[in-house]
């Protein structure tokens, strides 16, 4: 396992190992203290055992001013059941800020962020964190958010009375950005392959000293034929075994060998520190990972390697009513950046995704819309084989190439804006939004085969620069519109094994080309080359007129030695009631046929079908 280098600005107000500097509003006031039973860091917290059915809370004053429009609030806080405090709606938990230094009930801000409706509550220790520079839902007067002295908790209380603690604090805490970054890794050194062996040799140095271990998950780059994610079986001075297969390659420079990081080791790390649990990454029972406050993955100022892996996890951005959570890329100038989810197989529309993740947003009803901010500049994302479910902000993927996204799935999210990403084999579902659409289309955008299904909007294009625009491979289905063209212009779309139909705000042309195929056999199962073969139109649709002919528009096409005439380039405009017309029955032709009429349909994917001629006994 990795071990990540975590910089932070976190800064403990109060850790609530003392009542002092702590104060009450509202009811229960003498019902507060210190709690060495229940408590999620250190060795205390702060809890009440309330012997009133009111509006109880409880808080901190700091020792200078807090600047809450440049910092997020923490706090860890504890409600013993649901039953103990009132909805969401109706404040049940929420918390307070003031300027004031004498008084929680002057001039104050309230920010709901639990109720008994809410997921959080009675379920244990969960870390509030709350954006203050937001909208409060109520206060009184107008705090000055620059200059923030006190910090607390209060709850609707639905109990009349307990002899045990029923709501808990626990530290309280102010901050703006929590970083990860790499630490181990391996470049400057020639580095070559055995396949029988499964081995890495480095040319100098020490992959032990290193601090390369068994189990370790590694991510090598650089190489002709072992660009992998790996997993370190045995660590030597100058060699390294993996259990995964691997090609001979001689010994060369400009590999590279990084140590990946993951949510587990993020995890470990905040839990092997002793007296602080700074909380951003929890984990439940189940072994579901928690996001509780924007988490920045690689180096924002500085010159430090990150890869980092994840697989087969489940990840949820946690229920805050007050704080859009993230997970946001970096890299400053000199930096390595990787961020892999998965892995894949193959090339191009061929290549296939697997052993991802999956993302989640814990309830949108409250928590405010997460997002991916990945467009930056990093060396790397691979996104494969991935589920991300109702993440309702946006998921950015940078403007430039080097990058993949196959099989994933993107359902009840909002925008996917994937950059220069090369994408296939992907799935945009269930996007509810009425602005925009499931995806933005760019100008130099890198994507096909891929299913846009039931969106409200599955495509935006907010340019026309580019018109003609191609779908390669692209299957439309229950969407309320197929297209959002954005851009204030007349574009068009080229429909090539694609079925788009359907569009909103400026004009949208479609040209769908499928194609027509008539495969021409006699009784015996044999091709019937040099038939006059066409397809007749038996009906109009769009630019085609009854009785238009469609293979050649002039009568047909003969077949050739395989039997086959088609038209590659036919603009489908809606399904179309067409005949096929064979024969062969010219004096020269021996044998000769009976004339074939098949009467077929044109559809959104084209046509394709075999015939059979009858050989003709009475005209030989």
Known sequence: MGTPTITHDLTTAADAESTTGWSAWGSNTGKWSLDSEIYIENANSIGCTPNVQAESGYGYQYGSNIDVTANLILIWVWVGSKGAVDTFSNYGVYVRITDSTSSWTGTYSDFRVGGSDVAWVGGGWALICVDASQTADRGSGSPSLTAIRRIGVGFVLQTTSSKSTLMAIDAIRFGSYYEVTGSISTTGVNLAFTASTKTITRASGDFSSDGYSSGDRIVVRGSTY??????????????????????DEASASGRTIDQ????????????????????????????????????????????????????????????????????????????????????????????????????????????????FDWDQTITEIGLFGSLFLRIEGTTSLPAATGHYMTTVTFSGCGQVDIGQAETRNCTFAGYEGSSDAALLWNESIDISHCNFLANTRAIEHPSAAGSPYGYVNFTFGANTYDVNNTSGS???????????????????SFQTTVTLKVTVYDEAGDPVQNAQTGIYAMETVGAVTKGDELISGTGGSDTNASGIVQNTAFNY???????????????????????????????????????TLIEDPINT
């Open 226 to 247: 072992n660009d992998l994610i790996l997993t370190v079986n045995t660590v030597g001075t100058t060699t390294m075994t993996v259990d995964e297969a691997l090609t």
């Open 260 to 371: 990946c990081i993951t949510l587990q080791d993020i995890y470990d790390y905040d839990q092997g520190t002793s007296t602080y649990l700074y909380g951003v990454v929890t984990k439940s029972k189940l072994g579901e990972f928690e996001v509780n406050f924007p988490l920045t993955i690689g180096d924002l100022s500085g010159t430090n390697r990150t890869a980092f892996l994840s697989e087969g996890d489940v990840v949820y951005f946690a229920d805050q009513d007050h704080t859009q959570l993230s997970m946001i890329s970096a890299q400053d100038t000199g930096a390595v950046t990787r961020i892999l989810v998965g892995d894949s197989s193959g090339t191009d529309e061929d290549r296939v995704g697997f052993g991802g993740s999956v993302f989640a947003q814990d309830n949108p009803a409250h928590g405010q819309a997460a997002y």
């Open 573 to 611: 405009q809606g399904d179309l009631e067409v005949e096929v017309r064979s024969r062969k029955s010219s004096a020269a032709d021996d044998p000769k046929y009976k004339h074939l009429v098949s009467p077929q349909v044109v559809g959104s994917t084209g046509l394709d079908v075999i015939v």
């Open 490 to 508: 007349s574009i068009t779309i080229g429909n090539t094994n694609s079925n788009a139909q359907t569009y909103t705000g400026s004009t949208v």
